[in-house]
Antibody, heavy 121, light 107 residues
Framework: EVQLVQSGPEVKKPGESLRISCKGS????????ISWVRQMPGKGLEWMGR????????NYSPTFEGHITISTDKSISTAYLQWSRLNASDTAIYYC??????????????WGRGTLVTVSS | DIQMTQSPSTLSASVGDRVTITCRAS??????LNWYQQKPGQAPNLLIY???SLQSGVPSRFSGSGSGTDFILTISSLQPEDFATYFC?????????FGQGTNVEIK
């Protein structure tokens, strides 16, 4: 089955670090870029950035640049979203999604089920 | 960044109704426009890509149209499983941006 399987929910305190994961299966992982998308409670979708598993090029939204790190380990078909210092406003559901490499008219055709991150003191 | 504005924010409709949702871009995005459906507690699911192409496995009652700055998602006959939130998303330029969503609720 073609799927993206995300890691489980996390509860963290402000200032803590965190890495969540997204494992692709059923398809050639390196044929697609992985993006991360944030959905704050009761809100819409915000693109955070994307990563190319082949050349490791990463493109971040200005909103998130400097606060997150996106990476992949192509040997295990897994993408990561990482924070070195969380704050309460990072509380949200985080989705990984794939898009075909290099396409001009592209779209997110496969999504993970989401990872709920709760940051609270 | 390209701003995407959907209308209405909430839509009340009955089973069997024809439903239209509008998405407007702050500048031309040609046909680089995708539509997603999200049900409570689930991830978004691709319905329409490139403004008018139906994603494999999506029922034919869903259709999309438009180009430039104005786009429409149409559900020809609303089914019980279609009550959900719908988002448009532009892929014309980075960062890709989403509309704020349209919640289709039961009338």
């Amino acid at each position: 089955e073609v799927q993206l399987v995300q890691s489980g929910p996390e509860v963290k305190k402000p200032g803590e670090s965190l890495r969540i994961s997204c494992k692709g299966s059923g398809y050639t992982f390196t044929n697609y870029w992985i993006s991360w998308v944030r959905q704050m409670p009761g809100k819409g979708l915000e693109w955070m950035g994307r990563h190319d598993p082949i050349d490791s090029y990463t493109n971040y939204s200005p909103t998130f640049e400097g606060h997150i790190t996106i990476s992949t380990d192509k040997s295990i078909s897994t993408a990561y979203l990482q924070w070195s210092r969380l704050n309460a406003s990072d509380t949200a559901i985080y989705y990984c999604a794939r898009r075909i490499r290099g396409a001009t008219n592209w779209y997110f055709d496969l999504w993970g089920r989401g990872t709920l991150v709760t940051v609270s003191s | 960044d390209i701003q995407m504005t959907q209308s209405p924010s909430t839509l009340s409709a009955s089973v069997g109704d024809r439903v239209t949702i509008t998405c407007r871009a702050s500048r031309s995005i040609h046909t680089y426009l995708n539509w997603y459906q999200q049900k409570p507690g689930q991830a978004p699911n691709l319905l329409i890509y490139a403004a008018a192409s139906l994603q494999s496995g999506v029922p034919s009652r869903f259709s999309g149209s438009g180009s430039g700055t104005d786009f429409i998602l149409t559900i020809s006959s609303l089914q019980p499983e279609d009550f959900a939130t719908y988002f448009c998303q532009q892929s014309s330029s980075t960062p890709p941006t989403f509309g704020q969503g349209t919640n289709v609720e039961i009338k």
